[in-house]
């Protein structure tokens, strides 16, 4: 991993105090992730747990249909999964790279014993397990109450957040995916947004530049997640 990628880059890591960052240390494994990558799977229970620095990460619940609608995403303000450091051995969803880059690993036996302790990284799991729960509820509302201009600005503003840059790796595919709808109408709206001069995109590459513009057409589904996160934790 380039130097410049580091623990602290990680705002979970960067809240512990640092007896207990010392602690988990010589744990964390500097990886690469891929776009595509698949973490978890349904019903299945995962080895490590993932701290992302530049990549995001999505959960998405596949139906028996075979649709996918993408129910949270997490990047460099948190963890996957903190669902299975507190107890739960599998889960009913998938976890799949959205944003190539990179994530610190750690074995989640090892992460579940210090969480155990009674420390300050059981606290800050537990708030942050409660962000989350916020995030997938607003997804939830927003996908059934708003438009698809509106979905698709607050996917570009939460991943975003979670970036170290303003280019995001990102396909309108695998944006449509994500959001449960067709491609075409994910172009339609990135169009749309870029004649407005708010994004703009190539290849792969979505490039924010005025997200103040972007946070200005979204609805309230993007500030009710921000202020929770900044609330319980600090940061958004």
Do not use: W
């Not at 942050?128 to 939830?140: C, D, E, N």
């Not at 709808?181 to 990135?190: H, K, L, P, Q």
């Not at 490039?207 to 993007?222: F, K, M, N, P």
């Amino acid at each position: 991993m380039p130097q410049e990628h580091y623990l602290k880059q990680n705002h979970l890591l960067a809240t512990l105090p640092p007896a207990e960052l010392k602690i988990l240390k010589p744990h964390l494994e500097p990886v690469l992730l891929n776009v595509g990558e698949v973490l978890a799977e349904p019903g299945k229970r995962p080895s490590h747990s993932y701290f992302p620095v530049d990549s995001v990460v999505s959960l998405y619940y596949r139906m028996e249909n075979g649709e996918a609608v993408e129910i949270a995403m997490i990047g460099n303000e948190g963890m996957f999964s903190v669902a299975q450091v507190m107890g739960g051995e599998s889960l009913p969803y998938s976890a799949v790279v959205e944003t190539a880059g990179h994530a610190f690993r750690i074995d989640r036996g090892l992460l579940k014993k210090e969480f155990n302790h009674e420390g300050f990284l059981r606290k800050t799991l537990l708030l942050y397990s409660q962000a989350v729960l916020t995030q997938m509820a607003q997804v939830a509302v927003c996908g059934k109450h708003h438009t698809l201009n509106q979905q698709l600005c607050l996917h570009l503003l939460l991943v975003n957040d979670k970036s170290l840059s303003d280019t995001l790796l990102l396909t309108h595919e695998a944006i449509a995916h994500m959001l449960g709808v067709r491609r075409e109408g994910v172009t339609n709206a990135s169009v749309k947004l870029r004649e407005e001069g708010l994004i703009d995109y190539k290849r792969g590459h979505i490039r924010v530049i005025d997200r103040a513009g972007l946070e200005a057409q979204c609805c309230e589904c993007y500030e009710v997640v921000r202020k929770e996160f900044k609330r319980l934790l600090g940061y958004c």
